[in-house]
Protein backbone atom coordinates (compact mmCIF):
# COMPACT_ATOMS: atom_id res chain seq x y z
CA UNK A 1 0.00 0.00 0.00
CA UNK A 2 1.32 3.63 -0.51
CA UNK A 3 1.43 6.01 2.13
CA UNK A 4 2.48 9.64 2.56
CA UNK A 5 1.11 11.44 4.79
CA UNK A 6 0.70 15.40 3.21
CA UNK A 7 -0.39 17.83 5.33
CA UNK A 8 -3.95 18.36 3.34
CA UNK A 9 -5.61 20.43 5.69
CA UNK A 10 -4.58 23.81 4.29
CA UNK A 11 -6.44 23.31 0.90
CA UNK A 12 -7.83 26.94 0.07
CA UNK A 13 -11.31 27.17 -0.82
CA UNK A 14 -13.49 27.93 -4.02
CA UNK A 15 -12.38 31.30 -5.71
CA UNK A 16 -14.84 31.98 -8.99
CA UNK A 17 -15.26 35.51 -10.85
CA UNK A 18 -18.91 35.24 -9.16
CA UNK A 19 -20.01 37.32 -5.92
CA UNK A 20 -22.32 34.45 -4.58
CA UNK A 21 -21.42 34.02 -1.14
CA UNK A 22 -21.90 29.84 -2.16
CA UNK A 23 -19.19 30.18 -4.49
CA UNK A 24 -16.55 31.53 -3.21
CA UNK A 25 -14.24 30.84 -0.16
CA UNK A 26 -11.13 32.58 0.20
CA UNK A 27 -10.19 31.13 3.39
CA UNK A 28 -7.96 28.19 3.81
CA UNK A 29 -10.43 25.40 5.60
CA UNK A 30 -9.80 25.76 9.10
CA UNK A 31 -10.25 29.00 9.10
CA UNK A 32 -6.45 29.54 8.80
CA UNK A 33 -5.99 33.01 6.80
CA UNK A 34 -3.99 33.28 4.13
CA UNK A 35 -1.46 35.32 6.12
CA UNK A 36 -0.92 31.97 8.22
CA UNK A 37 -0.87 29.53 5.02
CA UNK A 38 2.15 31.35 3.66
CA UNK A 39 3.94 32.75 6.29
CA UNK A 40 6.72 30.29 5.94
CA UNK A 41 7.71 28.02 3.11
CA UNK A 42 6.77 24.94 5.16
CA UNK A 43 3.07 26.19 5.59
CA UNK A 44 3.06 27.45 1.71
CA UNK A 45 3.89 23.91 0.32
CA UNK A 46 1.30 21.82 2.33
CA UNK A 47 -1.03 24.70 0.80
CA UNK A 48 0.50 23.68 -2.46
CA UNK A 49 -0.28 20.54 -1.61
CA UNK A 50 -4.23 21.30 -0.68
CA UNK A 51 -3.76 22.76 -4.42
CA UNK A 52 -3.26 19.25 -6.14
CA UNK A 53 -5.86 17.63 -3.63
CA UNK A 54 -8.80 19.81 -4.73
CA UNK A 55 -8.48 18.67 -8.18
CA UNK A 56 -9.79 15.73 -7.68
CA UNK A 57 -12.56 15.81 -4.85
CA UNK A 58 -15.80 15.64 -6.12
CA UNK A 59 -17.84 18.69 -6.89
CA UNK A 60 -21.27 19.94 -6.67
CA UNK A 61 -21.89 16.72 -4.80
CA UNK A 62 -21.89 14.64 -7.84
CA UNK A 63 -19.83 11.30 -7.31
CA UNK A 64 -18.92 11.31 -11.13
CA UNK A 65 -17.58 14.80 -10.98
CA UNK A 66 -14.44 13.95 -9.16
CA UNK A 67 -12.26 16.85 -10.57
CA UNK A 68 -10.07 17.00 -13.55
CA UNK A 69 -9.78 13.15 -13.91
CA UNK A 70 -13.75 13.41 -14.54
CA UNK A 71 -12.99 15.93 -16.97
CA UNK A 72 -10.42 13.33 -18.76
CA UNK A 73 -13.14 11.51 -19.40
CA UNK A 74 -15.59 13.74 -20.17
CA UNK A 75 -13.57 15.37 -23.33
CA UNK A 76 -13.09 11.90 -24.41
CA UNK A 77 -16.96 10.81 -24.70
CA UNK A 78 -17.63 14.18 -26.41
CA UNK A 79 -15.26 12.85 -28.95
CA UNK A 80 -16.04 9.83 -30.86
CA UNK A 81 -13.26 7.48 -30.14
CA UNK A 82 -14.08 6.76 -26.02
CA UNK A 83 -17.41 4.96 -26.40
CA UNK A 84 -20.12 4.51 -23.59
CA UNK A 85 -20.88 1.00 -24.25
CA UNK A 86 -25.06 1.26 -23.26
CA UNK A 87 -27.58 2.93 -20.93
CA UNK A 88 -27.85 0.75 -18.33
CA UNK A 89 -26.04 2.82 -16.25
CA UNK A 90 -26.17 6.92 -16.81
CA UNK A 91 -22.71 8.43 -15.48
CA UNK A 92 -21.54 10.96 -18.26
CA UNK A 93 -24.72 10.27 -20.37
CA UNK A 94 -25.56 13.98 -20.55
CA UNK A 95 -21.81 14.52 -21.83
CA UNK A 96 -21.75 12.50 -24.11
CA UNK A 97 -24.93 13.95 -25.74
CA UNK A 98 -23.83 17.12 -25.65
CA UNK A 99 -26.38 18.25 -23.64
CA UNK A 100 -24.49 18.88 -20.31
CA UNK A 101 -22.13 21.11 -21.49
CA UNK A 102 -24.75 23.25 -23.54
CA UNK A 103 -27.36 23.74 -20.52
CA UNK A 104 -26.32 26.46 -18.21
CA UNK A 105 -27.55 24.45 -15.10
CA UNK A 106 -26.32 21.39 -15.49
CA UNK A 107 -23.74 19.40 -13.31
CA UNK A 108 -21.43 18.80 -15.98
CA UNK A 109 -21.62 22.78 -17.52
CA UNK A 110 -20.62 24.25 -14.04
CA UNK A 111 -17.87 21.31 -13.19
CA UNK A 112 -14.84 22.57 -15.15
CA UNK A 113 -16.03 26.60 -14.20
CA UNK A 114 -15.97 25.82 -10.73
CA UNK A 115 -12.56 23.27 -10.86
CA UNK A 116 -10.36 25.36 -12.36
CA UNK A 117 -11.37 28.64 -10.41
CA UNK A 118 -11.06 27.37 -7.59
CA UNK A 119 -7.27 26.14 -8.66
CA UNK A 120 -6.76 29.72 -10.06
CA UNK A 121 -7.76 31.37 -6.84
CA UNK A 122 -5.91 29.02 -4.45
CA UNK A 123 -2.98 29.89 -6.66
CA UNK A 124 -3.67 33.51 -6.52
CA UNK A 125 -3.26 33.75 -2.96
CA UNK A 126 0.02 31.72 -3.17
CA UNK A 127 1.29 34.42 -5.69
CA UNK A 128 0.07 36.77 -3.81
CA UNK A 129 1.64 35.81 -0.17
CA UNK A 130 4.30 33.78 -0.75
CA UNK A 131 7.46 36.55 -1.62
CA UNK A 132 7.21 37.40 2.52
CA UNK A 133 6.77 33.75 3.44
CA UNK A 134 10.04 33.01 6.01
CA UNK A 135 12.02 30.28 4.39
CA UNK A 136 15.00 30.05 1.87
CA UNK A 137 14.48 31.81 -1.61
CA UNK A 138 14.48 28.30 -3.39
CA UNK A 139 11.35 27.15 -1.07
CA UNK A 140 10.03 30.55 -2.29
CA UNK A 141 10.63 29.64 -5.92
CA UNK A 142 9.42 26.39 -6.00
CA UNK A 143 6.01 27.25 -4.25
CA UNK A 144 5.49 30.41 -6.98
CA UNK A 145 6.67 28.52 -9.95
CA UNK A 146 4.43 25.47 -8.84
CA UNK A 147 1.52 28.20 -8.72
CA UNK A 148 2.43 30.16 -11.82
CA UNK A 149 2.30 26.57 -13.51
CA UNK A 150 -1.15 25.34 -12.01
CA UNK A 151 -2.72 29.10 -12.87
CA UNK A 152 -1.83 28.89 -16.35
CA UNK A 153 -2.84 25.01 -16.83
CA UNK A 154 -6.09 25.94 -15.20
CA UNK A 155 -6.75 28.85 -17.67
CA UNK A 156 -5.45 26.64 -20.47
CA UNK A 157 -8.49 24.19 -20.12
CA UNK A 158 -11.02 27.14 -19.65
CA UNK A 159 -10.37 29.14 -22.29
CA UNK A 160 -10.25 25.90 -24.61
CA UNK A 161 -14.06 25.35 -22.63
CA UNK A 162 -15.60 28.28 -22.22
CA UNK A 163 -13.92 29.75 -25.60
CA UNK A 164 -13.96 29.76 -28.95
CA UNK A 165 -10.72 27.86 -30.58
CA UNK A 166 -7.53 29.90 -31.44
CA UNK A 167 -6.69 30.77 -34.84
CA UNK A 168 -3.47 32.12 -35.66
CA UNK A 169 -4.45 33.00 -38.98
CA UNK A 170 -6.48 35.91 -37.11
CA UNK A 171 -4.42 37.53 -34.79
CA UNK A 172 -5.46 39.26 -32.13
CA UNK A 173 -8.06 36.87 -31.16
CA UNK A 174 -10.71 38.82 -29.94
CA UNK A 175 -13.41 36.60 -29.59
CA UNK A 176 -14.66 36.41 -25.58
CA UNK A 177 -12.61 33.74 -23.40
CA UNK A 178 -13.15 33.98 -20.01
CA UNK A 179 -12.49 36.42 -17.00
CA UNK A 180 -8.82 36.58 -16.23
CA UNK A 181 -8.57 36.52 -12.22
CA UNK A 182 -5.11 37.55 -11.18
CA UNK A 183 -5.45 38.77 -7.75
CA UNK A 184 -7.07 37.16 -4.58
CA UNK A 185 -10.60 38.65 -5.09
CA UNK A 186 -14.64 38.37 -5.16
CA UNK A 187 -15.20 40.88 -7.63
CA UNK A 188 -17.35 39.50 -10.77
CA UNK A 189 -14.92 40.96 -13.48
CA UNK A 190 -16.31 40.50 -17.91
CA UNK A 191 -14.38 37.96 -19.89
CA UNK A 192 -11.20 38.73 -21.45
CA UNK A 193 -10.60 38.12 -25.21
CA UNK A 194 -9.26 34.34 -25.98
CA UNK A 195 -5.53 36.16 -27.22
CA UNK A 196 -5.35 37.95 -23.71
CA UNK A 197 -5.90 34.69 -22.23
CA UNK A 198 -3.28 33.21 -23.77
CA UNK A 199 -1.02 35.82 -23.60
CA UNK A 200 -1.19 35.47 -19.70
CA UNK A 201 -0.98 32.10 -20.21
CA UNK A 202 2.52 31.95 -21.71
CA UNK A 203 3.70 34.68 -19.42
CA UNK A 204 2.88 32.60 -16.23
CA UNK A 205 4.50 29.59 -17.87
CA UNK A 206 7.58 32.04 -18.82
CA UNK A 207 7.64 32.88 -15.34
CA UNK A 208 7.34 29.12 -14.27
CA UNK A 209 10.36 28.22 -16.05
CA UNK A 210 12.70 30.69 -14.41
CA UNK A 211 11.79 29.57 -10.88
CA UNK A 212 11.50 26.03 -11.49
CA UNK A 213 14.03 23.30 -12.11
CA UNK A 214 13.56 19.71 -13.08
CA UNK A 215 13.92 17.89 -9.70
CA UNK A 216 11.25 17.63 -7.42
CA UNK A 217 9.77 15.12 -4.58
CA UNK A 218 7.03 13.44 -6.28
CA UNK A 219 5.70 13.13 -9.87
CA UNK A 220 2.42 14.57 -8.67
CA UNK A 221 3.91 17.74 -8.23
CA UNK A 222 4.91 20.54 -11.13
CA UNK A 223 8.43 20.73 -12.07
CA UNK A 224 10.22 22.46 -15.01
CA UNK A 225 9.13 19.41 -17.39
CA UNK A 226 6.18 19.47 -16.92
CA UNK A 227 5.84 23.07 -17.38
CA UNK A 228 7.89 22.57 -20.86
CA UNK A 229 5.20 20.13 -21.47
CA UNK A 230 2.61 22.67 -20.60
CA UNK A 231 4.28 25.04 -23.18
CA UNK A 232 4.65 22.35 -25.88
CA UNK A 233 0.29 21.76 -25.40
CA UNK A 234 -0.48 25.35 -25.30
CA UNK A 235 2.00 26.02 -28.52
CA UNK A 236 0.37 23.26 -30.63
CA UNK A 237 -3.17 25.06 -29.78
CA UNK A 238 -1.93 28.22 -30.96
CA UNK A 239 -0.71 26.46 -34.24
CA UNK A 240 2.78 28.11 -32.93
CA UNK A 241 4.45 25.19 -34.38
CA UNK A 242 8.05 25.67 -33.94
CA UNK A 243 7.70 26.23 -30.34
CA UNK A 244 5.72 23.53 -30.03
CA UNK A 245 8.46 20.82 -31.59
CA UNK A 246 11.43 22.93 -29.47
CA UNK A 247 9.58 22.81 -25.85
CA UNK A 248 8.22 19.41 -26.41
CA UNK A 249 11.37 17.91 -27.26
CA UNK A 250 12.81 20.07 -24.12
CA UNK A 251 10.27 18.25 -21.67
CA UNK A 252 10.56 14.88 -23.02
CA UNK A 253 14.54 14.70 -22.91
CA UNK A 254 14.64 13.37 -19.17
CA UNK A 255 12.36 10.54 -19.28
CA UNK A 256 12.17 7.10 -21.54
CA UNK A 257 8.99 5.45 -23.34
CA UNK A 258 7.92 2.28 -21.45
CA UNK A 259 8.70 -0.90 -22.71
CA UNK A 260 5.99 -3.30 -24.18
CA UNK A 261 5.91 -5.25 -21.62
CA UNK A 262 5.43 -1.84 -18.89
CA UNK A 263 2.67 -0.84 -21.70
CA UNK A 264 0.27 -3.75 -20.71
CA UNK A 265 0.63 -3.34 -16.68
CA UNK A 266 -2.74 -1.07 -16.07
CA UNK A 267 -1.75 2.35 -16.72
CA UNK A 268 -2.35 2.92 -12.81
CA UNK A 269 1.37 3.14 -11.22
CA UNK A 270 2.58 6.76 -11.44
CA UNK A 271 6.14 5.36 -11.23
CA UNK A 272 6.10 4.17 -14.86
CA UNK A 273 9.11 5.81 -16.46
CA UNK A 274 7.12 7.52 -19.01
CA UNK A 275 4.49 9.64 -17.05
CA UNK A 276 5.82 12.91 -16.13
CA UNK A 277 3.01 14.59 -14.35
CA UNK A 278 0.28 12.65 -12.27
CA UNK A 279 -2.12 12.07 -9.19
CA UNK A 280 -0.52 9.71 -6.85
CA UNK A 281 -3.34 7.91 -5.09
CA UNK A 282 -2.28 7.65 -2.04
CA UNK A 283 -4.18 5.25 0.91
CA UNK A 284 -5.43 8.31 2.72
CA UNK A 285 -7.30 9.97 -0.06
CA UNK A 286 -9.22 7.56 -1.87
CA UNK A 287 -12.49 8.71 -3.51
CA UNK A 288 -13.91 5.04 -3.83
CA UNK A 289 -16.81 5.18 -6.53
CA UNK A 290 -15.96 8.61 -7.12
CA UNK A 291 -12.14 8.05 -8.37
CA UNK A 292 -11.08 7.88 -12.31
CA UNK A 293 -11.01 4.29 -12.22
CA UNK A 294 -14.20 3.67 -11.14
CA UNK A 295 -15.18 4.78 -14.41
CA UNK A 296 -12.67 4.28 -17.13
CA UNK A 297 -10.88 0.97 -15.95
CA UNK A 298 -11.57 -2.65 -17.08
CA UNK A 299 -11.90 -4.44 -13.63
CA UNK A 300 -13.19 -2.04 -10.65
CA UNK A 301 -15.69 -4.02 -9.02
CA UNK A 302 -18.19 -0.89 -9.45
CA UNK A 303 -21.96 -0.98 -10.92
CA UNK A 304 -20.82 1.43 -14.08
CA UNK A 305 -17.79 -1.16 -14.62
CA UNK A 306 -19.86 -4.06 -14.46
CA UNK A 307 -22.67 -2.76 -16.55
CA UNK A 308 -21.46 -0.37 -19.04
CA UNK A 309 -17.81 -0.75 -19.57
CA UNK A 310 -15.90 1.87 -22.11
CA UNK A 311 -15.11 0.59 -25.88
CA UNK A 312 -13.02 2.18 -28.03
CA UNK A 313 -14.58 3.18 -31.47
CA UNK A 314 -14.53 -0.10 -33.81
CA UNK A 315 -13.44 1.82 -37.07
CA UNK A 316 -10.29 3.29 -35.45
CA UNK A 317 -8.88 0.28 -33.84
CA UNK A 318 -9.62 -1.84 -36.72
CA UNK A 319 -6.82 -0.11 -38.14
CA UNK A 320 -4.33 -0.55 -35.48
CA UNK A 321 -1.74 -3.42 -36.72
CA UNK A 322 -1.54 -7.11 -34.77
CA UNK A 323 1.85 -6.07 -33.76
CA UNK A 324 0.99 -2.98 -32.38
CA UNK A 325 0.59 -3.47 -28.29
CA UNK A 326 -1.50 -0.89 -28.18
CA UNK A 327 -3.77 -3.38 -29.97
CA UNK A 328 -4.18 -5.41 -27.09
CA UNK A 329 -5.66 -2.13 -24.86
CA UNK A 330 -8.86 -3.57 -26.30
CA UNK A 331 -10.79 -6.72 -27.00
CA UNK A 332 -12.42 -6.68 -30.02
CA UNK A 333 -14.49 -10.23 -29.77
CA UNK A 334 -17.01 -9.58 -27.06
CA UNK A 335 -16.52 -13.58 -25.55
CA UNK A 336 -13.06 -13.09 -25.26
CA UNK A 337 -11.73 -15.36 -22.82
CA UNK A 338 -8.61 -12.70 -22.04
CA UNK A 339 -10.79 -9.61 -21.29
CA UNK A 340 -10.29 -8.83 -17.22
CA UNK A 341 -13.86 -7.92 -15.94
CA UNK A 342 -15.31 -7.68 -12.58
CA UNK A 343 -17.44 -10.71 -11.49
CA UNK A 344 -20.31 -10.96 -12.85
CA UNK A 345 -19.33 -8.01 -15.42
CA UNK A 346 -20.97 -7.57 -19.00
CA UNK A 347 -18.25 -8.54 -22.36
CA UNK A 348 -18.91 -6.42 -24.92
CA UNK A 349 -17.05 -6.00 -28.27
CA UNK A 350 -13.98 -3.42 -28.07
CA UNK A 351 -14.12 -3.42 -24.52
CA UNK A 352 -11.39 -1.57 -22.79
CA UNK A 353 -8.38 -3.10 -20.68
CA UNK A 354 -5.55 -0.45 -20.74
CA UNK A 355 -6.53 1.06 -17.72
CA UNK A 356 -6.64 -1.77 -14.79
CA UNK A 357 -6.12 -2.29 -11.48
CA UNK A 358 -4.64 -5.17 -9.38
CA UNK A 359 -7.14 -7.64 -8.70
CA UNK A 360 -9.65 -9.24 -10.93
CA UNK A 361 -11.85 -8.29 -9.35
CA UNK A 362 -10.31 -5.34 -7.89
CA UNK A 363 -12.17 -4.00 -5.02
CA UNK A 364 -9.83 -0.66 -4.34
CA UNK A 365 -9.76 2.70 -6.67
CA UNK A 366 -6.35 3.17 -5.70
CA UNK A 367 -5.15 3.58 -9.03
CA UNK A 368 -2.86 6.40 -10.43
CA UNK A 369 -3.80 8.90 -12.70
CA UNK A 370 -1.64 10.21 -15.98
CA UNK A 371 -1.91 13.81 -16.86
CA UNK A 372 1.03 14.05 -18.89
CA UNK A 373 3.17 11.59 -20.70
CA UNK A 374 6.02 11.60 -22.75
CA UNK A 375 4.16 9.94 -25.84
CA UNK A 376 2.30 12.98 -25.58
CA UNK A 377 5.08 15.27 -26.44
CA UNK A 378 6.58 13.00 -28.88
CA UNK A 379 3.51 12.99 -30.94
CA UNK A 380 3.46 17.10 -30.39
CA UNK A 381 6.89 17.21 -31.58
CA UNK A 382 5.97 14.98 -34.60
CA UNK A 383 3.08 16.85 -35.05
CA UNK A 384 5.00 20.50 -35.14
CA UNK A 385 7.39 19.64 -37.62
CA UNK A 386 5.33 17.65 -40.03
CA UNK A 387 3.25 21.04 -40.13
CA UNK A 388 6.18 22.97 -40.82
CA UNK A 389 7.06 20.85 -44.05
CA UNK A 390 9.98 19.28 -41.68
CA UNK A 391 9.08 15.80 -43.53
CA UNK A 392 12.33 14.01 -42.30
CA UNK A 393 12.23 15.61 -38.42
CA UNK A 394 8.54 14.35 -38.35
CA UNK A 395 9.04 10.79 -39.41
CA UNK A 396 12.02 9.93 -37.27
CA UNK A 397 10.14 11.63 -33.90
CA UNK A 398 7.34 9.52 -34.25
CA UNK A 399 9.54 6.18 -35.40
CA UNK A 400 10.96 6.38 -31.82
CA UNK A 401 7.91 6.31 -30.43
CA UNK A 402 5.63 4.15 -32.64
CA UNK A 403 8.67 1.65 -32.69
CA UNK A 404 8.54 1.02 -28.74
CA UNK A 405 4.63 0.00 -29.39
CA UNK A 406 5.60 -2.01 -32.37
CA UNK A 407 8.54 -3.35 -33.17
CA UNK A 408 7.52 -4.16 -36.78
CA UNK A 409 6.55 -0.06 -37.42
CA UNK A 410 8.91 1.31 -40.23
CA UNK A 411 9.85 4.26 -40.77
CA UNK A 412 7.03 6.52 -42.47
CA UNK A 413 7.48 7.53 -46.05
CA UNK A 414 4.87 9.68 -46.03
CA UNK A 415 4.43 13.33 -47.06
CA UNK A 416 2.07 16.09 -46.24
CA UNK A 417 -1.25 15.24 -44.68
CA UNK A 418 -0.99 11.58 -45.59
CA UNK A 419 1.57 12.03 -42.62
CA UNK A 420 -0.07 13.96 -40.52
CA UNK A 421 -2.65 11.78 -40.66
CA UNK A 422 -0.98 8.75 -39.53
CA UNK A 423 0.47 10.97 -36.23
CA UNK A 424 -3.02 11.80 -35.41
CA UNK A 425 -3.99 8.53 -35.83
CA UNK A 426 -1.51 7.23 -33.40
CA UNK A 427 -2.15 10.61 -30.80
CA UNK A 428 -5.55 8.83 -30.74
CA UNK A 429 -4.92 5.64 -29.81
CA UNK A 430 -1.60 6.63 -27.54
CA UNK A 431 -3.57 9.29 -25.70
CA UNK A 432 -7.43 7.12 -25.40
CA UNK A 433 -9.01 8.01 -22.30
CA UNK A 434 -6.65 10.45 -21.53
CA UNK A 435 -8.68 13.71 -22.53
CA UNK A 436 -7.40 15.34 -25.49
CA UNK A 437 -10.15 14.20 -27.87
CA UNK A 438 -12.31 17.09 -27.56
CA UNK A 439 -9.90 19.97 -27.57
CA UNK A 440 -8.07 18.21 -30.16
CA UNK A 441 -10.97 18.32 -33.02
CA UNK A 442 -11.68 21.98 -31.58
CA UNK A 443 -8.11 23.36 -32.02
CA UNK A 444 -7.87 21.77 -35.73
CA UNK A 445 -11.33 22.95 -36.69
CA UNK A 446 -13.03 19.85 -37.41
CA UNK A 447 -16.23 18.16 -36.76
CA UNK A 448 -17.30 15.38 -34.59
CA UNK A 449 -18.48 12.62 -36.80
CA UNK A 450 -19.68 9.62 -34.97
CA UNK A 451 -21.18 7.90 -38.10
CA UNK A 452 -19.88 4.34 -39.30
CA UNK A 453 -18.87 3.00 -35.88
CA UNK A 454 -20.22 1.05 -33.17
CA UNK A 455 -21.88 3.86 -31.11
CA UNK A 456 -25.27 3.37 -30.64
CA UNK A 457 -28.06 6.32 -31.55
CA UNK A 458 -29.61 5.42 -27.66
CA UNK A 459 -26.50 6.13 -26.07
CA UNK A 460 -25.43 8.76 -28.18
CA UNK A 461 -27.92 10.51 -30.05
CA UNK A 462 -26.06 13.01 -31.51
CA UNK A 463 -23.49 11.76 -34.13
CA UNK A 464 -22.37 14.88 -36.51
CA UNK A 465 -21.38 18.31 -35.22
CA UNK A 466 -19.94 21.15 -37.39
CA UNK A 467 -16.58 22.23 -37.08
CA UNK A 468 -16.72 25.47 -35.80
CA UNK A 469 -20.36 25.33 -34.74
CA UNK A 470 -21.86 27.01 -31.38
CA UNK A 471 -22.04 23.95 -29.82
CA UNK A 472 -18.44 23.38 -29.32
CA UNK A 473 -18.19 26.17 -26.31
CA UNK A 474 -19.35 25.47 -22.64
CA UNK A 475 -22.23 27.84 -22.02
CA UNK A 476 -21.16 30.16 -18.70
CA UNK A 477 -23.02 28.86 -15.57
CA UNK A 478 -26.13 30.15 -14.79
CA UNK A 479 -25.12 30.91 -11.35
CA UNK A 480 -22.09 32.93 -12.54
CA UNK A 481 -24.11 34.81 -14.83
CA UNK A 482 -26.37 35.91 -11.75
CA UNK A 483 -23.86 36.56 -9.59
CA UNK A 484 -21.45 38.14 -11.81
CA UNK A 485 -23.22 41.57 -13.66
CA UNK A 486 -20.00 41.78 -16.11
CA UNK A 487 -20.37 38.62 -17.53
CA UNK A 488 -22.15 37.38 -20.93
CA UNK A 489 -23.15 34.15 -22.22
CA UNK A 490 -22.02 32.43 -24.97
CA UNK A 491 -24.49 31.93 -28.11
CA UNK A 492 -27.25 29.43 -26.90
Known amino acids: MKKRYLTLVMALGLLATACEKQYLELSPTGNIDAGAAYATTKNAAAAINGIYRAMIVRYL ?34 ETRWQAHRSETSVGDELPYRLYYRVIGNA ?114 QQNWADAAKFAAEARKSY ?93 AYMTQKFRLPGTPSTSTMGDVPYMRVAEMYLIEAEAQARQGNTAAAASVLFDLVSKRDPSYKLSTKTGTSLIDEILFNRRIELWGEGFRFTDLKRMNLPLNRTGANLSSAVVVLFEVPAGDNQWEFLIPRREINANKAIVQNPL
Do not use: C
Open 61 to 94: DSQGHFGHPAMMIILDVLGEDVVIANTANTWHLP
Open 124 to 237: NLAIANIDNAAGTQAERNQVKGEALGLRAFSYFNLVQLFGKRYNTATKPNAQLGVPLVLTPTTEGLPRATVEEVYTQINKDLADAATLLTSSRSFKSHINLDVIKGFQARVALT
Open 256 to 348: TAMSVAQYQEGFSDISNPEWMWGFDHLEDQSEYFGAFHSYISSNFNSTNIRVDPKVINSVLYDQIPATDVRSKMWVKAPTAANSVVPTGGVRV
